[in-house]
């Protein structure tokens, strides 16, 4: 029971143009979503997080969207950078809790 | 300086032995979690300590005893493992029992054949 889908196993985008991560969820009780992002043989790191009051959070060059009606967030990266070049997980909490549902993760490719 | 530790890196081991995976945070938080990503690539929680304290225990076999001898530690011992427990597993820490960011180590790939 995949409770939060990540459907693009990878994505490719040129450097400095847009990266968009879509990530949709089946659990309505969610109502707060994070992002991490993976470089190989290292531990996910938080990247953005979004709760479910709110349908747009920025940091930078990172905001996340958060359609409700439509049990979807998307991750936008402007502009996208080599570095960002990543495994991103997309995950979801409900009531509080402080236990995450993770995501199969997308594979992000920025080439120079 | 490593905020979330584990060791070892990698472990190999055969079916029926028995493991331990050591954890251990830097950074005074009070909670500290295990999750476990399997060959389909999902990461899901295993266990979270808050104080010492065992606060999530997911569906996971009893072959698995999380031990928290002070919040800064937590380990993971796998008694008879068989070769389904061959995964990475991760450590992380996060400030107090909320939606705090999670802090995670670097993981322990664990091959069993």
């Known amino acids: 029971d995949q409770q939060v889908k990540q459907n693009s196993p990878s994505l490719s985008v040129q450097e400095g143009r847009i990266s968009i991560l879509n990530c949709d969820y089946t659990?309505?009780?969610?109502?707060?979503f994070l992002w991490y992002k993976k470089y190989p043989a290292e531990g996910p790191t938080f990247l953005i997080s979004?709760?479910?009051?709110?349908d747009k959070n920025e940091d930078g060059r990172f905001t996340v969207f958060l359609n409700k009606s439509a049990k979807h967030l998307s991750l936008h990266i402007v502009p996208s950078q080599p570095g960002d070049s990543a495994v991103y997980f997309c995950?979801?909490?409900?009531?509080?809790?402080?236990?995450?549902?993770f995501g199969k993760g997308t594979k992000l490719t920025v080439n120079p | 300086d490593t905020a979330v530790s584990q060791t070892p890196k990698y472990l190999v081991t055969q079916m029926g032995n028995d493991k331990s995976i050591k954890c251990e945070q830097n950074?005074?938080?009070?909670?500290m979690y295990w999750y476990k990503q399997d060959s389909k690539k999902f990461l899901k929680i295993m266990f979270s300590?808050?104080?010492?304290?065992?606060?999530i225990n997911e569906t996971v076999p009893n072959r698995f005893s999380p031990k928290s001898p002070d919040k800064a530690h937590l380990n993971l011992h796998i008694n008879s493992l068989e070769l389904g427990d061959s995964a990475v597993y991760f450590c992380?820490?996060?400030?107090?029992?909320?939606?705090?960011?999670?802090?995670f180590g670097n993981g322990t790939r664990l091959t069993v054949t």
């Open positions: 995950a979801g909490s409900q009531g509080g809790s402080e236990k995450l549902v």
């Open positions: 979004i709760s479910s009051i709110k």
């Open positions: 659990n309505s009780m969610f109502d707060y």
């Open positions: 300590y808050n104080n010492k304290e065992l606060i």
């Open positions: 950074l005074g938080h009070d909670t």
């Open positions: 992380a820490s996060s400030p107090r029992r909320d939606r705090s960011p999670l802090h």
